[in-house]
């Protein structure tokens, strides 16, 4: 026979665990929301040359089983149980087509790698936007001013400026083709850790690798092509499906949060 006081118990244990729903049910839809914001971030970015979308990746949460319940004589100290999800968002390493434009200081990376650039706070950043420019110090820079870290400098007079598949930066002065400099990349054991830091430039972490640099075609680089861009490698159809899969899944964590929502005021209905 089972006493009120084992039957209230079994009733306590039960609103712990619609508790445990709610809060695993709510990882699930912060995930999801990550995951929907970070879509909407890559259409928004459609049209972005060089721009690399971002996918999301989930990872399940564990947490301790004995910690969890009093039934200490079932489960051991190193049990656990499934506590959630989390949301970890990664840089696409599919390259985007490329679109040729004819113009000389358009020059996209064809295979693997990145431009280094120098930020004005002194840092540096990565990028695969090849939309070149010429600052008022000469230097080469990228469309928004990051100094290219090749220190490639065109002076004042300098023409027919031509960029080979590896990397030579050259022009005519005084009748001459002179070689500026040469343009360097760099790559990354795992370039999806990069992280996005605004004018389509990406930061180094800590889990991306260790940087290799190298000269176009060399150690696995890709080549330069001048007067050519590189698309974004975002497809419209992709995001539309990966966004209705996102909201469905926020769908039915938030269907678990108001199912158990509900038991749990059920049974403290019982309690009292």
């Known amino acids: 026979m089972i006493s009120e006081k084992s039957e209230i118990g079994n009733l306590e244990l039960e609103g712990v665990v619609m508790l445990d729903a709610i809060q695993i049910s709510a990882t699930g839809m912060r995930a999801h929301e990550t995951e929907i914001n970070t879509i909407s971030h890559n259409v928004a970015n459609i049209s972005t040359v060089g ?8 990872n399940e949460l564990s947490a301790d089983l004995a910690a969890a319940t009093t039934d200490t004589d079932k489960t051991g100290a190193m049990d656990t149980y499934g506590a959630g999800s989390l949301a970890t968002v990664l840089l696409s390493t599919t390259a985007g087509d490329l679109k040729q434009t004819g113009e000389a200081l358009n020059v996209a990376i064809d295979g693997a790698g990145f431009l280094e650039v120098m930020r004005a706070d002194g840092s540096l950043a990565y990028t695969r936007a090849g939309t070149l420019a010429i600052n008022d110090a000469g230097d080469l820079t990228t469309a928004t001013g990051e100094v290219l870290n090749s220190h490639i400098n065109v002076p004042a007079g300098a023409t027919n400026l031509q960029i080979t598949t590896d990397g030579q930066v050259l022009a005519t002065l ?42 176009p075609g060399e150690s696995g680089m890709g080549s330069l092509k001048q007067g050519y861009l590189e698309t974004s490698n975002v497809q419209m159809i992709d995001e539309m499906v990966a966004l209705m899969i996102a909201q469905r899944g926020f769908e039915m964590n938030s269907r678990v949060v108001q199912v158990a929502d509900q038991v749990q005021s059920l049974t403290n209905g019982l309690i009292k």
């Open 51 to 58: 721009f690399r979308r971002q996918i999301v990746a989930f």
């Open 174 to 215: 005084d009748g001459q083709m002179t070689q500026l400099g040469k343009i360097e990349l760099v790559s990354f054991a795992n370039p999806a850790a990069l992280t996005p830091i605004g004018n389509n430039l990406y930061a180094a972490t800590s889990n991306a690798g260790e940087l290799q640099a190298a000269f």
